[in-house]
């Protein structure tokens, strides 16, 4: 496609649920990124792809959280027996190699937890 | 690790004026990419002007240029002869050239403001 695309935009759910965000990048990059945004934060690293394997998950808060990527394309961020401090915006970026190529972000999915 | 600090939540400029956001940053290494992003209410970060640490030249976009001051830490944007549409929130970020890490850490961010 012509840009990140991520679903869906907003979801809200009961604490205690699974959720599953989904990112779809840039057609041709490589390299995948999750971030974070809390409210009145800044974005923080989650986890990143390069093709389907995760060099770097340092950014995941605790073992609720997990992501994989398929076919070197769609990757979900799946969270589980969500809590209220899961809520929060999830961007997804795409490069086309890491390193020196600059990442594109898609629209973010707000999630709320009740 | 590194660092990056926003020392300003806030930032107001008229119409056709000149604002500069700051930006420092703390880091060991010697190459790396600096960054201003652009995140309007849509949510989507727009990526603005970037500057590697290697390049003395500072980088222009425009109407955006930034004055990187390597020994200093220091990596201020400059917006230009400002629109209406400039306001949003900023974000500095700093991005590693070592090894495979290259994840962006961010500051916390300037919320822009454009009065006429």
């Known amino acids: 496609g012509a840009g990140v695309s991520q679903s869906p935009s907003n979801k809200v759910t009961e604490k205690g649920k699974d959720v599953e965000l989904r990112c779809d990048p840039i057609?041709?990059?490589?390299?995948l990124y999750w971030y974070r945004q809390s409210l009145g934060q800044g974005l923080e690293f989650l986890i990143y792809?390069?093709?389907?394997?995760?060099?770097?998950k340092s950014g995941l808060p605790s073992d609720r959280f997990s992501a994989e990527r398929t076919g070197g394309s769609v990757s979900t961020l799946t969270i589980q027996r969500t809590q209220q401090e899961d809520s929060a915006v999830y961007l997804c970026?795409?490069?086309?190699?890491?390193?020196?190529?600059?990442?594109?972000f898609g629209d973010g999915t707000r999630l709320s937890i009740l | 690790a590194q660092t990056v600090t926003q020392s300003q939540p806030e930032m107001s400029v008229q119409e056709a004026e000149t604002v500069t956001l700051s930006c420092t940053y703390d880091t060991s290494e010697s190459d790396y990419y600096l960054f201003w992003y652009k995140q309007p209410p849509s949510r989507q970060m727009i990526l603005v002007i970037r500057?590697?640490?290697?390049?003395?030249q500072n980088a222009t976009e425009n109407r955006f240029s930034v004055n990187f001051q390597k020994a200093a830490k220091s990596f201020s944007l400059k917006i230009s002869d400002s629109q209406l549409g400039d306001a949003a929130m900023y974000f500095c970020?700093?991005?590693?050239?070592?090894?495979?890490?290259?994840?962006?850490?961010f500051g916390t961010g300037t919320r822009l403001q454009v009065t006429l």
């Open positions: 970020a700093y991005s590693s050239l070592t090894g495979t890490a290259s994840k962006l850490t």
């Open positions: 057609s041709g990059h490589t390299a």
């Open positions: 792809f390069q093709g389907n394997s995760a060099p770097d």
């Open positions: 500057q590697e640490a290697y390049k003395q």
């Open positions: 970026a795409s490069s086309l190699d890491i390193g020196r190529q600059p990442q594109h």
